[in-house]
């Protein structure tokens, strides 16, 4: 299947700092590129789609300013967290799935994660 | 309604016997579903795709779809104690981003 990598897989931070998280499709090109983010034992919640050359699109309550994504290229997203707090520290996930003129039915691939804390 | 349903466990079996995990959608435009199995602290990784109503086996794995009754199935032949893990059912309901359920817990113990 397609590999999907994610760095860095685990990260410390202080309080009011920035991270940078970044997830590659090493073997595809993924124009669309999906973040999620889970708190422990809850399920994967969709914090926006991260689309190549334009504005990502954000859940619903989902801080655009302070969850900055950029799509640069059709293999690399990057999520920033700006400004992290303690209650930023979660699992971050990213996602891919392959172009849609290869078809509707792909599955998606996700990145190792990101564990971040804020402390 | 949640858009893809599933009971949150612990669904607890012994080693060799059946898992059996279920998962109802509520989206009628939803073609493609997927099954994933997430181990704690780590990313989910795909196990089982359907798309066409009936049965789909992979080794110990048996995917099962009914899309008049909006019901995924997913059965584990032999359960092992590796197999415990949290299993999420995913629906493709249009978006680009697949829609997860909130998973089952499944331990199998030894």
């Known amino acids: 299947g397609a590999v999907v990598s994610q760095h860095p897989s685990r990260v410390i931070c202080k309080s009011g700092t920035s991270v940078k998280i970044e997830c590659r499709s090493l073997d595809f090109q993924a124009t669309t590129m999906f973040w999620y983010r889970q708190f422990p034992k809850q399920s994967l919640m969709l914090m926006a789609t991260s689309n190549e050359g334009s504005k990502a699109t954000y859940e619903q309550g989902v801080e655009k300013d302070k969850f900055l994504i950029n799509h640069a290229s059709l293999t690399l997203s990057t999520l920033t967290v700006t400004s992290a707090h303690p209650e930023d520290s979660s699992f971050y996930i990213c996602?891919?799935?392959?172009?849609?003129?290869?078809?509707?039915?792909?599955?998606?691939?996700f990145g190792q994660g990101t564990r971040l804390t804020v402390v | 309604q949640k858009e893809v349903e599933q009971n949150s466990g612990p669904l607890s079996v012994p080693e060799g016997a059946i898992a059996s995990l279920n998962c109802t959608y509520s989206d009628r435009v939803s073609q493609s579903f997927f099954w994933y199995r997430q181990y704690s602290g780590k990313s989910p990784e795909l196990i089982m795709s359907i798309y066409s109503n009936g049965d789909k086996e992979d080794g110990r794995f048996t995917a099962q779809l009914n899309k008049a009754s909006q019901y995924v199935s997913l059965l584990i032949r032999d359960s092992q104690p590796s197999d415990s893990a949290t299993y999420l059912c995913a629906a493709d309901t249009g978006r680009r981003a697949l829609t997860f359920g909130s998973g089952t817990r499944l331990q199998v113990q030894p």
């Open positions: 996602s891919a799935r392959d172009s849609p003129s290869r078809g509707t039915n792909t599955e998606a691939f």
